[in-house]
């Protein structure tokens, strides 16, 4: 009776620390990506902005075999005021199923207007 006490404890305790080890693994995952895509979302807008905010257009494409599962997309929609847009840069990663997308907004001035 006490080997079967023992053996029932023991299997807990080893069910709660397999479940933390998974929960860990996906923590260090998520994590990943989010540095790697807010990185990656950063350096795409800033190409943006070397492109002049006047001549940016709605667009998308992927990050090339530096990072192979990575796609962007810079979308310019305008605001209620004349002199501004907002430009939003999605990364998103193909490999994961949930939590795949980063999202980076940026409000800029239009040169010569306001």
Not at 65 to 83: C, G, K, L, Q, S
């Amino acid at each position: 009776m006490e080997v079967m006490i023992a053996v029932t404890i023991l299997a807990i305790v080893l069910l709660a620390v397999f479940q933390s080890q998974s929960q860990s693994l996906s923590m260090t995952g998520r994590s990943r990506f989010l540095t790697t895509a807010a990185l990656l979302a950063q350096s795409r807008m800033a190409e943006a902005e070397l492109t002049g905010i006047d001549n940016l257009i709605t667009t998308s494409g992927n990050f090339g075999d530096d990072y192979p599962n990575y796609a962007w997309r810079i979308e310019v929609t305008d605001t209620t005021m004349d002199y501004m847009k907002k430009i939003t840069v999605r990364v998103t990663n193909s490999q994961l199923s949930t939590n795949n997308e980063f999202i980076l907004e940026y409000y800029a001035l239009i040169q010569g207007k306001k």
